[in-house]
């Protein structure tokens, strides 16, 4: 089984400030982790993906997000948020084997404050 | 880099009519999958398909949804005879036979169902 926290439904911070975006996963296998990005009625951009390689993955338009096993998290992190930024993430688990599905958090809306 | 596309990106229908949204994945890819997402919730797994059958399926997926793989590139979704609570964002994505490092999700399909 596998699930997916993200414990902030909104997060607002000031143009300029950075950014940070948590998630916890559960898995009973080693998980394979993503964040995706949705802007207003658009579809879903893929930010980074964590797949067991380095623990800190970098993804694009300047967002990181590092592997913790020990916490179970895998939190998003920007050092200088831009008004662009303005959307809602979501975290994405998957274990391995089987069939793969992945399982999406509730997601997170980012609002960036000029 | 490859892409999974779906078409159309936004689709009108009457309720009690049957529609297909239409997902080509990508080339090398052997698992396909559907998700919705219904506005404001989050992203929800519909099913898998793999070796030309359904390989899992959740309970949202019930008997007026099916998936074929008609010839070597689409991968379809009908929907029999539309409600109007099938409003929703779909999401075809695709991966190949190892791994998780090739998931990837198409811009999805707006189902408004009238």
């Known amino acids: 089984a596998q699930s997916v926290t993200q414990l902030d439904s909104h997060v607002s911070v000031s143009e300029g400030t950075p950014v940070l975006l948590r998630c916890n996963y559960s898995s009973s296998y080693s998980p394979s982790l993503f964040w995706y990005v949705q802007h207003p009625n658009k579809g879903l951009q893929l930010l980074l993906k964590y797949t067991s390689a380095a623990t800190l993955v970098k993804g694009i338009n300047g967002f990181e997000a590092e592997f913790k096993k020990s916490e179970t998290s895998f939190h998003l992190t920007k050092p200088s948020a831009h008004m662009s930024d303005a959307a809602e993430y979501f975290c994405?688990?998957?274990?391995?084997?089987?069939?793969?599905?992945?399982?999406f958090g509730t997601g997170t809306k980012l609002q960036v404050i000029p | 880099e490859p892409e999974v596309t779906q078409t159309p990106s936004h689709q009108v229908t009457q309720m009690g009519q049957e529609v297909i949204l239409r997902c080509v994945p990508i080339?090398?890819?052997?698992?396909f999958y559907w998700y919705r997402q219904i506005l404001g919730q989050k992203v929800e797994f519909l099913v898998s398909f793999y070796n030309n059958e359904i390989s899992e399926k959740s309970e949202i997926f019930d008997d007026q949804f099916s998936v074929e793989r008609p010839d070597g590139s689409n991968f379809t979704l009908k929907i029999r005879s539309t409600k109007l609570e099938d409003s929703a964002m779909y999401f075809c994505a695709s991966r190949p036979v190892t791994g998780l490092y090739g998931y990837t999700f198409g811009s999805g399909t707006r189902l408004t169902v009238v």
């Open positions: 994405v688990v998957s274990a391995s084997g089987g069939y793969q599905k992945v399982t």
């Open positions: 080339s090398n890819h052997l698992y």
